[in-house]
């Protein structure tokens, strides 16, 4: 059984793998040192007690011993250095590995409170829920990550995928991974980043090669304009300021692009899943499902309400 | 000294209120000035436990909603900079200030008057920062008490994100503060250097004075960076600058880097101090000289000046190369030798001796053991691929959580019950003293150990509710137990101090039978503490006066 969705030592990629390798030795190192010196201290503790019966004389007073303090200076110095080229080897593997041309390449931006993911050689906009291939041995593909943020700092963890890397304004960073399990992987904003730092919560979906590909096309599909009565509500009140419909006049940039809404689990950054009821309440309440997200609370009427949530339901 | 003071000593009880309080808020005398630390650190324990209490409860059951996002983010903002700068940092110069002339011999600081502004502007700095409770709001109608973090990232505290005048009072504070804090460790220094009685050289310094030295010079390169950073976060806020305003060309990283380089060694500004606790009441309560003095300055002195060149380690996660993270880890996990060194010796102490469990080793045994494991999980963190992980979870806060209670703090407290008949001349309650130990070790160990878990399993910090289903529901429950066993401590600390106070018996001047200048005068000593300046020729004067036989001289 599955302790935890985002359990650090269930790792299903590459680099997640190596850090654990790395933290499997680290761990039964300092473990080592671990039971040796508690053990010392514990023996010390029992031992050089008290006892009742005591003679109320001073023991014998020892200043030191060059021998010993070389001997614990030597021995922890060999220990370091150890760890530091394991480290060390590590830290190569993952952040000098050179990217094949195979790689997917996406682009990350962090936005208080939710993920933007452009994916630039496919011409895919999407938000919140990340869909890559699982990568084969024989042809590996990995996807190559490229950081940035629109506002504050963030961080990408999906502890079972890999490490975190921050998203920082005016810093680009980049990481990758390379997974070797298909499913969904969870994970969170991991650098304080506002209010909603708690929901801006994470979704990798690893699929199989044939299924991303299907992603894909529907994903470069653009949507047809229906002229209902919710695509007018849409188009004539603020939504459009802030969220893009590929294909209509709606070009915001704010927030998440809607084009393919219906396509995703989840709304507002994963915080509700994506049904009527959460999505109604979300464009009426938005405080209801995440207070202090940046979504505004359009103050629609029951009828428009109905309607716009009716729009975005087509949306797929 | 006029004849008046000594008048006054002479009559305590006939004096009025206001006379009595008015001596405590014009004193320059260091050892009021240490008690007015202590205390006022006490008052800020008191609240950034609340604080902390408050986070507790919140997050006990995920999708909880006791507090809202906001309160909460302003909660743990106002916990970690209260402890850091207003419970830790007056803690360590409030016995600074008590012990250092007292150890070394010496009649008073080397600047009483700074050392008295020292005081009040952390005083003051204390103050600006609760101020914001009602000041935050400003003109704007947002802010209330900061909300952007304990170390404050970029670009969160601009204007821009950080609306009213939260982020301000955040900054005063620590500006106001930090001044009083480089004041108070440059006239440690200064005493230590200056001020030492006939026959006390350098080697002859009890270790505490060692150590303190170290970490009043740690406070000056450390604390002015922070204090830089502060006046540019305000110049940009007000005046147009761009330091750290990312979106007109600014760096979010710079902030970083200004803030660990003072942060890191900040750990040490701490933790430094409760190693020269135990390392006064390990060797007394053993019975024995230290192990290996000249071993134990070097080692100290080496984490001082490494300490200044592993900032960085809070970074391995912001994109640095992987050559700046390679150095970074190379000089964080050195920074692990000399601190085990100083481990070994502590052990070396003990062993042999004829140890006595009252309640001072009891916290200083506690200490050793949880420094021990804090500092193995520091070493875990330290291996950046590692930190990849860990950084910024659960485990994280748990480790220095370890550091700053299960270490630090512990230390404290032992030095709260080995000091407490010299400040009060009355002994306090043993066996009370054990029960504060017992109920603040299982509240320790029960929110602290549990900690860790929660952060391996994918729980990051600084979040106010989190999603079931990720199994950290059971550990958060048992966090969230602690939390009262340690409160429950604490209280228990607060009424046998005070107890002992009023009804505790006379301790005499020696109770521990202890080997230091400041057990030679009185408890509580008098004003300018020797009748005499006394000549030193060893590292334990009383120690030369109890056993002529065998001096400690013969072997330094």
């Given at each position: 059984m599955q302790i935890s969705p985002t359990n650090i030592f269930a790792p299903a990629s590459t680099p997640a793998d190596s850090v654990f390798s790395l933290s499997i030795f680290v761990i039964?190192?300092?473990?080592?040192?671990?039971?040796?010196?508690?053990?010392?201290?514990?023996?010390?503790?029992?031992?050089?007690?008290?006892?009742?019966?005591?003679?109320?004389?001073?023991?014998?007073?020892?200043?030191?011993?060059?021998?010993?303090?070389?001997?614990?200076?030597?021995?922890?110095?060999?220990?370091?250095?150890?760890?530091?080229?394991?480290?060390?080897?590590?830290?190569?593997?993952?952040?000098?590995?050179?990217?094949?041309?195979?790689?997917?390449?996406?682009?990350?931006?962090?936005?208080?409170?939710?993920?933007?993911?452009?994916?630039?050689?496919?011409?895919?906009?999407?938000?919140?829920?990340?869909?890559?291939?699982?990568?084969?041995?024989?042809?590996?593909?990995?996807?190559?990550?490229?950081?940035?943020?629109?506002?504050?700092?963030?961080?990408?963890?999906?502890?079972?995928?890999?490490?975190?890397?921050?998203?920082?304004?005016?810093?680009?960073?980049?990481m990758w991974i390379e997974p070797h399990e298909t499913g969904l992987f969870l994970g969170q904003c991991a650098q304080y980043c506002g209010t909603q730092h708690a929901k801006m919560l994470l979704r990798v979906y690893v699929q199989p090669r044939a299924e991303f590909d299907r992603w894909v096309q529907e994903q470069q599909q653009v949507s047809q304009s229906s002229a209902s009565a919710g695509e007018r509500v849409f188009q004539s009140t603020a939504c459009v300021n802030c969220h893009t419909v590929a294909g209509t006049p709606a070009k915001g940039l704010f927030g998440p692009d809607l084009t393919h809404l219906m396509s995703r689990d989840t709304i507002a950054s994963g915080a509700a899943l994506n049904t009527h009821e959460k999505l109604r309440l979300w464009i009426q309440k938005p405080d209801a499902l995440k207070p202090g997200s940046k979504m505004p609370a359009m103050g629609l009427s029951d009828r428009d309400l109905d309607a716009v949530t009716a729009y975005l339901e087509t949306l797929r | 000294m006029s004849t008046n003071t000594i008048q006054l000593t002479e009559f305590p009880v006939s004096r009025p209120l206001t006379l009595r309080l008015h001596e405590w808020v014009t004193t320059v005398d260091h050892k009021r000035l240490g008690l007015l630390y202590i205390l006022f650190a006490l008052v800020f324990l008191m609240a950034g436990g609340i604080e902390a209490t408050v986070m507790r409860l919140q997050l006990i059951r995920p999708h909880n909603d006791l507090v809202s996002p906001q309160a909460f983010n302003r909660m743990f903002t106002m916990h970690g900079t209260?402890?850091?700068?207003?419970?830790?940092?007056?803690?360590?110069?409030?016995?600074?200030?008590?012990?250092?002339?007292?150890?070394?011999?010496?009649?008073?600081?080397?600047?009483?008057?700074?050392?008295?502004?020292?005081?009040?502007?952390?005083?003051?700095?204390?103050?600006?920062?609760?101020?914001?409770?009602?000041?935050?709001?400003?003109l704007y109608g947002g802010g209330g008490a900061p909300d952007v973090g304990w170390f404050a990232y970029a670009p969160l505290t601009t204007r821009t994100f950080?609306?009213?005048?939260?982020?301000?009072?955040?900054?005063?504070?620590?500006?106001?503060?930090?001044?009083?804090?480089?004041?108070?460790?440059?006239?440690?220094?200064?005493?230590?250097?200056?001020?030492?009685?006939?026959?006390?050289?350098?080697?002859?310094?009890?270790?505490?004075?060692?150590?303190?030295?170290?970490?009043?010079?740690?406070?000056?390169?450390?604390?002015?960076?922070?204090?830089?950073?502060?006046?540019?976060?305000?110049?940009?806020?007000?005046?147009?600058?761009?330091?750290?305003?990312?979106?007109?060309?600014?760096?979010?990283?710079?902030w970083m880097h200004f803030f660990w380089v003072f942060g890191h060694?900040?750990?040490?500004?701490?933790?430094?101090?409760a190693f020269a606790i135990a390392s006064e009441i390990i060797p007394v309560f053993s019975r024995k000289a230290i192990f290996g003095y000249p071993v134990m300055v070097l080692a100290t002195v080496a984490i001082g000046f490494i300490s200044m060149s592993v900032w960085a380690h809070h970074m391995f996660t912001i994109g640095m190369t992987s050559g700046a993270n390679t150095f970074f880890v190379l000089s964080t996990m050195a920074i692990a030798v000399p601190t085990g060194i100083k481990i070994f010796n502590w052990l070396a102490t003990m062993w042999g001796g004829k140890i006595r469990f009252a309640a001072p080793m009891m916290f200083c045994t506690a200490f050793l053991f949880q420094f021990l494991v804090a500092g193995l999980t520091g070493v875990t963190l330290a291996a950046a691929p590692f930190d990849w992980q860990l950084g910024n979870s659960y485990y994280l806060v748990a480790h220095f959580h370890y550091v700053i209670v299960g270490a630090i703090l512990f230390a404290i407290f032992g030095a709260f019950y080995y000091w407490f008949p010299k400040v009060t001349g009355k002994m306090y309650n043993e066996s009370i003293a054990k029960m504060q130990f017992w109920l603040f070790f299982i509240g320790f160990h029960l929110t602290f150990d549990f900690m860790h878990i929660p952060g391996l399993l994918g729980m990051p910090r600084r979040i106010y509710t989190y999603e079931p289903g990720r199994g950290w529901d059971i550990w958060n429950v048992i966090v969230t137990i602690g939390?009262?066993?340690?409160?429950?401590?604490?209280?228990?600390?607060?009424?046998?101090?005070?107890?002992?106070?009023?009804?505790?018996?006379?301790?005499?001047?020696?109770?521990?039978?202890?080997?230091?200048?400041?057990?030679?005068?009185?408890?509580?000593?008098?004003?300018?503490?020797?009748?005499?300046?006394?000549?030193?020729?060893?590292?334990?004067?009383?120690?030369?006066?109890?056993?002529p036989e065998d001096p400690d001289w013969r072997y330094e």
């Open positions: 039964l190192t300092v473990t080592g040192i671990f039971i040796v010196v508690c053990a010392l201290l514990t023996y010390a503790a029992v031992k050089f007690r008290i006892r009742r019966s005591d003679d109320h004389s001073e023991p014998a007073q020892v200043y030191g011993s060059n021998q010993v303090e070389l001997a614990w200076t030597v021995i922890p110095v060999l220990i370091v250095i150890a760890l530091f080229l394991a480290s060390a080897r590590v830290i190569a593997s993952v952040q000098d590995a050179p990217k094949p041309s195979s790689a997917l390449e996406v682009i990350v931006i962090g936005h208080q409170y939710w993920w933007e993911y452009r994916y630039p050689k496919l011409n895919i906009v999407t938000a919140n829920e990340l869909h890559v291939p699982v990568s084969d041995p024989a042809h590996p593909t990995p996807t190559f990550m490229t950081l940035l943020s629109a506002d504050t700092d963030h961080s990408f963890w999906v502890p079972r995928l890999a490490g975190k890397t921050d998203l920082i304004p005016n810093h680009p960073n980049s | 209260t402890m850091i700068f207003f419970v830790a940092m007056p803690l360590v110069f409030g016995f600074a200030n008590y012990l250092v002339p007292l150890m070394i011999g010496a009649r008073d600081m080397a600047f009483p008057r700074l050392n008295a502004f020292s005081f009040w502007m952390t005083a003051l700095g204390g103050l600006f920062l609760y101020f914001s409770f009602l000041g935050g709001d400003g950080s609306v009213g005048h939260s982020t301000d009072f955040w900054t005063l504070s620590l500006l106001v503060s930090g001044i009083g804090s480089v004041g108070t460790a440059i006239n440690i220094v200064t005493t230590i250097l200056c001020m030492r009685c006939p026959g006390m050289t350098l080697g002859k310094m009890p270790l505490l004075v060692w150590l303190n030295l170290t970490m009043g010079g740690l406070v000056v390169l450390a604390v002015s960076p922070l204090t830089a950073a502060q006046l540019m976060l305000l110049v940009d806020r007000y005046l147009g600058g761009h330091f750290f305003d990312a979106q007109a060309g600014g760096s979010a990283v710079i060694p900040e750990v040490y500004v701490l933790a430094i101090p939390v009262f066993f340690q409160a429950a401590g604490v209280l228990v600390l607060a009424a046998n101090l005070l107890l002992s106070y009023f009804r505790g018996k006379a301790a005499g001047s020696d109770p521990w039978d202890a080997w230091t200048l400041e057990w030679s005068t009185s408890s509580p000593p008098p004003e300018y503490n020797f009748a005499v300046v006394p000549t030193v020729r060893s590292r334990r004067p009383l120690w030369d006066l109890k056993h």
